[in-house]
């Protein structure tokens, strides 16, 4: 099970959730009262092990940002969660020079309906990963609220054919082991459910939270 702890913004939350077992860490480049600069970003992830993934996230921000942002703070990955396409993925995803490198589109579940034909269309994207989140209002991510469930199963068995599937939307350490038994995704994102306040975390909240997701691990 593949968990990231997303939203971080200082380097004591950012070791506490390796500590707690996550694989990856995710900063926030895009408008939110968790952004970071990449400067910031370098700072902390000069100070993480190499094996812990570390991923940007991005909102509608043009390729040169991205790529500039990928090396200034040295990133392995990047999460688009804006209208980017199958289009804007392959441009992307040629252009970057560090490899192996973790790519994920996240899609808001507006609507079953929606997420698979979303899905669809980004087959040819270059994606390795797709991230399903909850829709809240203006929001594209980090609103604590999680998408309907019982209606997200035959959503996540498609796009599972084809890409790995990241759950996130207002997961806990009281509900992610539920999430895990229902859509046996490949991994789960987290950020409110761990914080204190927006942008610091709770780290007993970040142990419970791997806690729960790890020990429920399916197959």
């Known amino acids: 099970m593949w968990i990231k702890i997303c939203g971080n ?23 939110s009262k968790r952004r970071i600069s990449p400067r910031e970003a370098a700072a902390i992830v000069g100070k993480l092990p190499a094996k812990v993934e570390k991923i940007g996230v991005f909102v509608n921000q043009s390729p040169e940002i991205v790529l500039d942002t990928v090396e200034k703070a040295r990133l392995t ?3 688009l969660h804006g ?10 995803l040629q252009r970057v020079a560090r490899r192996p490198f973790r790519f994920i589109k ?7 309906d929606q997420a698979i034909t979303r899905g669809a269309e980004l087959q040819d994207g270059g994606f390795d990963a797709v991230l399903l989140d909850s829709a809240s209002g203006a929001d594209r991510g980090g609103s604590g609220e999680t998408f309907v469930w019982n209606e997200a199963e035959p959503v996540v068995r498609f796009l599972g054919r084809k890409f790995k599937v990241i759950v996130a939307g207002g997961l806990t350490a009281a509900n992610v082991a539920k999430a895990v038994e229902l859509f046996q995704p490949w991994g789960v994102d ?8 927006p942008g610091k975390k709770d780290h007993e909240k970040l142990r419970a939270f791997v806690s729960a997701a790890k020990n429920r691990v399916i197959g």
């Open 9 to 31: 913004t200082n380097l004591e939350d950012a070791q506490a959730a390796v500590e707690a077992g996550a694989d990856a860490l995710g900063f926030i480049f895009a408008p």
């Open 106 to 112: 996240a899609l808001r579940m507006t609507s079953p």
């Open 77 to 79: 990955g990047v999460q």
């Open 83 to 92: 209208d980017e396409d199958a289009v804007f993925g392959r441009e992307l």
């Open 190 to 197: 987290v950020v409110s459910g761990v914080e204190s306040e």
